[in-house]
C-alpha cells in the first residue's frame, strides 16, 4: 500500500510552472525600450496640448471683437478707480485717442488711468484698459516720450495680447488640474511664454513707433522713452526685474529698433519738443 500510494502521488503531483511562460510578467530585465516609449509617449503629449492651446489662444481675437471685449470687461475699470492710488486720466485718455486713430482702434476703446505708486512701471489689460504709473511718468522728459509708452501698451491691447495672456493661463491651469500635476505643465508655460512675451512686446513697439510718427511726424518721442528706461536700468541695476522691463526685449535692442524702422519708413528722428505735463500729479485729474 505504501508503494502504491507513493506511485499514485509521484503520478498526480503538480508540475511546476515555468514562469517564463507567464505573459503578465515582463521577462526582459532591461527596460530601456518601455521608458524610451513612456517619454515619447510623454513628449507627444505635452506638444499636442501645447499646440491646441496656442492654437485656440491665436482664435481667440476672431471670436471676441475689441467692442465685445470691452463690454464684458467694463469692470476692470471699476476694480482700477476702486484702488485709491489710481485714478483716470482725461488729458492722457484724449491722447491716447489721438493716437487710437493712427492705430486703427475703435472709438472710444481705451482709457487711461495714473497709478500714483513711484514705481517704473505700465500695463494694459483687459477691456481697452491702460495703467500708468507716476514713478515712469515723472522720469520721462517729454509729452512724446510719454505717447510712445502709451501707444505700446495700446498695441497690446489691439494686438489682444492681454486677452490670449489670460486665455492662455486658464486653459493650461485646467489642464495641468485635469492631469492632476502640474509641473510639466508649469515648465511648459515659463518656457513658452518669455519668448512669446518678448515677441509681443517687439510687435507692440513696431506699432508704437509707427503711431507717435504719425501723430508728432518724427519718432524722437520713442528714442527718448528708450533711452530714459537705459537710464532708469543703470540707476537700478542691482535689480534686474524692473516691473515694466523685466519681459521687455534689451533696451539698447529697441533703441536700434527706433532708428532702423525711421529708416526704412523715412521717418524722422528729431529731437521732442513738447513739455511733459503728467511729470507730477496734475490738479485736473479727478
Known amino acids: 500500500m505504501n508503494i502504491f500510494a507513493r506511485g499514485l502521488s509521484m503520478q498526480y503531483e503538480a508540475p511546476k510552472f515555468n514562469e517564463k511562460d507567464n505573459p503578465n510578467i515582463p521577462h526582459d530585465t532591461h527596460h530601456g525600450r518601455e521608458i524610451r516609449a513612456m517619454l515619447i509617449y510623454l513628449a507627444i503629449t505635452v506638444v499636442v496640448i501645447w499646440a491646441l492651446v496656442e492654437v485656440a489662444v491665436r482664435a481667440m481675437p476672431y471670436v471676441i471683437s475689441l ?55 505700465a500695463y494694459a489689460t483687459f477691456g481697452g484698459n491702460v495703467v500708468l504709473y507716476r514713478g515712469l511718468l515723472k522720469e520721462l522728459p517729454s509729452e512724446e516720450s510719454v505717447a510712445a509708452v502709451l501707444a505700446h501698451e ?76 537705459e537710464e532708469i536700468e543703470q540707476k537700478d541695476h542691482k535689480n534686474h526685474n524692473i516691473a515694466w522691463l523685466s519681459t521687455h526685449p534689451d533696451t539698447r535692442e529697441r533703441q536700434h529698433n527706433v532708428q532702423q524702422i525711421a529708416s526704412q519708413l523715412g521717418y524722422q528722428n528729431s529731437p521732442a519738443k513738447l513739455p511733459n505735463i503728467w511729470q507730477s500729479k496734475s490738479p485736473q485729474t479727478p
Open 67 to 121: 467692442p465685445r471685449e470691452k463690454q464684458w470687461f467694463s469692470f476692470v475699470g471699476k476694480e482700477l478707480i476702486a484702488d485709491k492710488h489710481t485714478q483716470q486720466d482725461p488729458q492722457i485718455t484724449a491722447l491716447a485717442a489721438r493716437l487710437g486713430k493712427h492705430m486703427n482702434l475703435p472709438d472710444n476703446l481705451v482709457t487711461v488711468y495714473i497709478s500714483e505708486q513711484e514705481i517704473p512701471n
Open 154 to 229: 495700446m498695441a497690446h491691447i489691439k494686438h489682444r495680447d492681454p486677452l490670449r495672456g489670460m486665455s492662455r493661463g486658464l486653459m493650461y491651469s485646467v489642464i495641468a488640474a485635469m492631469l492632476g500635476s502640474e509641473t510639466q505643465i508649469d515648465a511648459l508655460v515659463s518656457i513658452g511664454s518669455l519668448k512669446y512675451s518678448r515677441d509681443m512686446e517687439r510687435a507692440a513697439d513696431n506699432a508704437a513707433i509707427e503711431a507717435i510718427a504719425k501723430e508728432y511726424g518724427n519718432v524722437g518721442g520713442a528714442s527718448q522713452l528708450f533711452a530714459t528706461l
